[in-house]
């Protein structure tokens, strides 16, 4: 499913505020906002590293850019509508300054192309995922007045060798991108049209920019992929090769300090090996968030999601088996195309039988040049799919409140991660299972481990405090 699948609702559309520690001014200045996944909020760094080599500075304020940038989601019809009215703020804008240059990019911009440039005639230049190296050549094009576009996906572009710029950071914590695109073809995502062949990123590079993070301060990376399990980089020099198991065990050996976290899992590639090296070092954290996206195995066919409702059942069991305190979160949709009452009930059977941490839930929305959408009618009306909906989301409220009321009287270790936003004598942090926690802030501060006794919860959080 969608890389990092960390979808965080209240991050959509953030602005982008000044992370460089660049000495002298910049000549321009770009605004940019990031929609989607927690890869796009990724790419977002990048883009940022790469505009600041080319001296333009990050602005708060779309009042004071030159250069406007909109970084898109297309997983869903929702998501793009969510762009085209935003595009509609910058208007007055660029009626002020005619020479504001405004850009597309992303998903979006991906699966447009240039019909973007027809549709929306305040954008200027649309850029795809794989084609951010470009984007100051494309700026220069459009200071001439022209239009400029660039959607050329690519079979090796991992951006390695750009060090990104962190994104509103909190020097805690930390999106590492492992790889890019996803070779998996599920019928209902746009991705493999919109990112492109799957490729993974250098080894080293990954290490040695975990590293640095780690000397920088922060003491938690989330290593980030379409489907981290099947990570596979070719090592030529050293004649050896590096799957993700590997991967985590180099990163985790970096400092026991460092925590490590990782998105998104697939069930059919997900493996043994993963697992005990989760087990094996503590500061990997007991978190898998493992997309089932249905419990009938008609839908997974029909949806090329390649496992049955009994291979995803068994993962779980091994997940708990291996590591039996392990928090799990899903990714589910209702509603596909030709979904029955009895395929729902297998979905809501499913997560019945798992209890699901987390849980993402969606109505299917088709996505033009898919699979299904090329095959299957979308036949199954709103309101059904709007009712499905409801009852799976009704049903996980009880089990994720259930998964909370059961931490209740247990420690954890917390790594800190700021000041709460509901009280500034509390902390936050989260614990190995990716759960919330506040706890009164005493002497503590962020980027420190403490152990936190829970004395209560709340839906979403637990509330403690500090033991040791
Ligand atoms: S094609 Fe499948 S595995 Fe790949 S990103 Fe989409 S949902 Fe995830």
Known sequence: MVAGKIHDEKRQGEAFLPGSKRSHSYDRHFYIESYGCAMNFADTEVIASILDQNNFGATPDFQKADLILINTCSIREKAEERIRKRLKDFTSAKKRNPSLIIGILGCMAERLKSNLLEEEKLVDIVVGPDAYRTLPQLIQEAETGQKAVNVLLSRDETYADISPIRLNSNGVNAFV?????????????????????????????????????????????????????????????????????????????????????????????????????????????????????SGSTRLLQLMNRTYSREWYLAKVGRIKEIIPDC?????????????????????????????????????????PGTLAARRFEDDIPLEVKKRRLQEMVDLHRGHSLKSMQKDVGKTFKVLIEGT???????????????????????????????????????????IGNVIS
Not at 196 to 209: L, M, T
Not at 219 to 248: C, H, I, K, P
Not at 328 to 353: A, N, P, Q, R, V
Not at 426 to 452: A, S, T
């Open 177 to 293: 991108s492992i790889m890019r695109g996803c070779n998996n073809m599920c019928s209902f995502c746009v991705v493999p049209f919109t990112r492109g062949r799957e490729r993974s990123r250098s080894a080293y590079s990954i290490f040695a920019e975990c590293e640095a993070l780690f000397n920088e301060g922060y003491r938690e990376v989330t290593l980030l992929g379409q489907n981290v399990d099947s990570y596979y980089w070719r090592d030529e020099e050293n004649n050896s090769n590096v799957n993700f198991a590997q991967l985590l065990e180099k990163v985790a050996l970096i400092s026991p300090l460092l925590r490590v976290r990782f998105s998104t899992s697939h069930p059919k590639d997900i493996t043994d090996e993963v697992l005990f090296t989760i087990k094996k070092y503590e500061n990997i954290c007991n978190y898998i968030h493992l997309p089932v996206q």
């Open 327 to 367: 928090g799990i979160s899903t990714d589910i949709i209702c509603g596909f195309c030709t979904e029955t009452e009895e395929d729902h009930k297998e979905s809501l059977s499913l997560m019945e039988y798992c209890q699901f941490d987390l849980a993402y839930m969606y109505f299917y929305s088709e996505r």
């Open 420 to 462: 709460s936003k509901k009280n500034e004598d509390e902390l936050f942090g989260r614990n190995d299972q990716n759960k919330v926690i506040v706890f009164p802030k005493l002497n503590h501060k962020k980027g420190d481990y403490v152990m936190v006794k829970v004395h209560d919860c709340t839906a979403g959080t637990l």
